[in-house]
């Protein structure tokens, strides 16, 4: 899917290193679908700069000083106009630190690692502006679990899944286990785009904003068990 604006997909960077900062514009402003329109050195600059500018999609440090990431992302998502919160992914130096798991439970998209390849850098931009994680699979329920984990069980209430068709029940399982969408294709010996026409209709029922938030619904409600494989 490509941007429907036909315009560069805007990027904000809030990182307080200024060498981080200026090393991922380059990356991203060598590209001709996207641009780096604000820059910020912590969430408290961030919030104030995107009050005023809209953008696609936020790149976050999560430890920075004033305000961190993770108030930064709340403060965002909650004074963006329905309909146009950018997506948020999280920078950390640690593969699922307590800081990223606080983060996607405030409302990120997903996570990247630091040093995390050029290409894998852009590949996670245009992922996640599309709606999809920018999580590997590998760490989907690993990450997920921890985020809706609860010290004791308790009842689960899966009301909020009752709009769903059965097969949508089955692809949203899939999301929540870490498949991708050829892997989701392939368990249910359906097309590719099949899988994504599924997927766009179960973010819409649930009111998603994205894979992600969908996923954590999956875990919430009970329909994805922490282990489940």
């Known amino acids: 899917m490509t941007d429907p604006l036909d315009r560069p997909l805007r990027i904000a960077l809030v990182d307080d290193q200024p060498l981080v ?11 001709d679908d996207m641009e780096v329109v ?28 004033r305000m961190d990431g993770i ?22 130096t640690f593969d699922i630190d307590e800081y990223v798991v606080s983060a996607i439970r405030a409302g990120a998209s997903g996570f990247l690692l630091k040093d995390a390849q050029p290409e894998d850098l852009l590949g996670a931009i245009r992922t996640v502006h599309r709606g999809d994680a920018v999580i590997a ?8 679990a921890r985020v809706v984990a609860t010290p004791e069980p308790q009842e689960k209430d899966a009301s909020s899944l009752a709009s769903l068709t059965e097969r949508e029940r089955e692809v949203l399982t899939l999301m929540g ?11 249910l010996f359906v097309a590719e785009a099949t899988v994504k026409t599924h997927v766009g209709r179960v973010l ?26």
């Open 21 to 31: 900062r200026a090393g991922f514009a380059m990356v991203i402003d060598s590209q």
């Open 38 to 65: 604000v820059q910020a050195a912590d969430g408290a600059a961030a919030v104030e700069d995107l009050r005023a500018r809209t953008v696609d999609v936020v790149l976050m440090d999560v430890r920075m000083p």
């Open 71 to 92: 108030e930064a992302t709340l403060r965002i998502l909650e004074q963006s106009p329905e309909g146009r919160a950018p997506k948020i992914v999280v920078l950390t």
């Open 137 to 144: 699979p590998s760490a989907t329920r690993r990450l997920l």
């Open 177 to 187: 286990r870490g498949c991708s969408n050829q892997e989701i294709g392939a368990e």
């Open 204 to 229: 819409a029922k649930l009111g998603a904003r994205d894979r992600v938030q969908a996923v954590i619904i999956a875990f919430e409600t009970g329909l994805v068990a922490p282990g489940t494989d």
